[in-house]
């Protein structure tokens, strides 16, 4: 032990400095800093081993509440906790990464990511698997230049206060599908194509005549820059 209360293991000085710069090995004990550094070069640096029973291995905690801990089952399969209380997380096995709920897996429970919280791509080599899908839908007040946000919403219902041009998009991807139902408000409404939308035979789109009609028009998306648009579906009622 050194003079200012440092403990120190297989090394004559303290370690490094606390933001693990240098390249000195061995084991610091700081009480001048409240902090634990151990630096090995290379292999681990530190060894968690948990004898007979199921359970945390570590537990992390923020003025005295656990928040957060690693472990092991029944079955070697390792979890991570982090929810207040330690009871959320995830659960890793051979087979797959699962939710977890105080070191077990839990079916049906949280969600990954959130709606002002979002994972960006999906890469996947095999079946995706849903129980029910939910295709975010935008509904709207619109007149005139009209541009649809495809890179939020899948399915569009626009009530039309006057006429309106589909402006082209630019976040449309290909393979995508859905429908845009149009809402006459007040009287009979017409609606023009931007460049990126297709009609069979450029014929464009003839809707319903009649005020507070509701048509159905189905698209796809063929590729960025080609939405084919569908035989509008006339006068729901």
């Known amino acids: 032990m050194d003079g200012d209360g440092n403990l120190l293991l297989g090394t004559t000085s303290t370690v ?40 945390d291995l570590m537990l992390f905690k923020k003025t005295g509440t656990t928040v957060g801990a690693v472990g092991v089952d029944s079955g070697d399969n390792f979890y991570i906790t982090g929810q207040t209380g330690n009871t959320g997380g995830i659960y890793m096995n051979d087979a797959a990464v699962s939710p977890a709920y105080q070191g077990a897996e ?29 295709a975010a839908t935008q509904s709207a007040s619109v007149t005139g ?15 039309m206060t006057g006429n309106i041009t589909l402006a082209q998009p630019s976040t449309e991807q290909a393979g995508q599908s859905g429908f845009i139902i149009f809402i006459h408000s007040g009287a009979a409404r017409t609606v023009s194509l931007g460049a990126d939308y297709e009609t069979a035979g450029a014929a464009g789109l003839t809707l319903s005549g009649a005020s507070g009609a509701v048509d159905l028009v189905p698209y796809v998306v063929q590729s960025s820059g080609n939405i084919l648009l569908g035989t509008p579906q006339l006068a729901f009622a």
Do not use: C, E, P
């Not at 001048?32 to 081993?49: E, L, M, P, T, Y």
């Open 16 to 55: 490094t400095d606390v933001t693990m710069a240098s390249g000195a090995t061995g084991i610091d004990l700081r009480g001048s800093a409240d902090v634990i550094i151990a630096s090995r070069d290379g292999g681990h640096a530190f060894v968690a081993n948990r004898q007979s029973s199921d359970g």
């Open 145 to 159: 230049s009209t541009t649809l946000d495809f890179s939020t919403y899948q399915n569009f219902i626009l009530t």
């Open 106 to 134: 839990r079916d049906a429970y949280y969600d990954l990511g959130k709606g002002a919280a979002r994972w960006k791509d999906l890469y996947l080599s095999g079946q995706a698997n849903v129980g029910t899908a939910v």
